[in-house]
Every structure is written in C-alpha cells, then in structure tokens.
C-alpha cells in the first residue's frame, strides 16, 4: 500500500476487473467506504487500482482488529 496522504490504498488486480468491481471487493473485504477508484493499466500488463477510502487510513488497522498493518513505499 501507498499513497497514505491521499487516504488512498493501491492494489495490483487482474487486468479483466473495472472499477466497480474493485470496489465491491475492497467494501466486502475490509468493510469499508470507498470514495472513488481509479485504475492504471502498466505497460507490463500489470493493473493497478487506486481505492480513496471515505475513512482515514490510520483507523483501518483498528477496523481490521490487528496493528500489524504497515504501508509499502
């Protein structure tokens, strides 16, 4: 994860998945809110989706009930 000023979480996902279902996904996985997604197609094939979460990223490891969560730069 990145983007923590952002209160943004960056995901690589298969590149057959749109915006809608990535954030059906991050809702179901962490049961969260999600603001808005974006989605990058990397010149490697790779996709990635930016997911603006409608809390602040700091209460998502209390939300998770674990402080083991920690951002990637």
Do not use: C
């Not at 996709?47 to 990637?72: C, E, N």
């Amino acid at each position: 994860m990145k983007k923590m000023e952002d209160n943004t979480l960056v995901f690589i996902v298969d590149v057959k998945v749109n915006k809608h279902q990535i954030k059906q996904a991050v809702k179901k996985l962490y049961d969260i809110g999600v603001t808005k997604v974006n989605n990058l197609i990397r010149t490697d094939g790779e996709q990635k989706g930016y997911v603006q979460l409608t809390m602040m990223l700091w209460m998502l490891p209390m939300k998770l009930g674990s402080s083991k969560l920690s951002p990637i730069g």
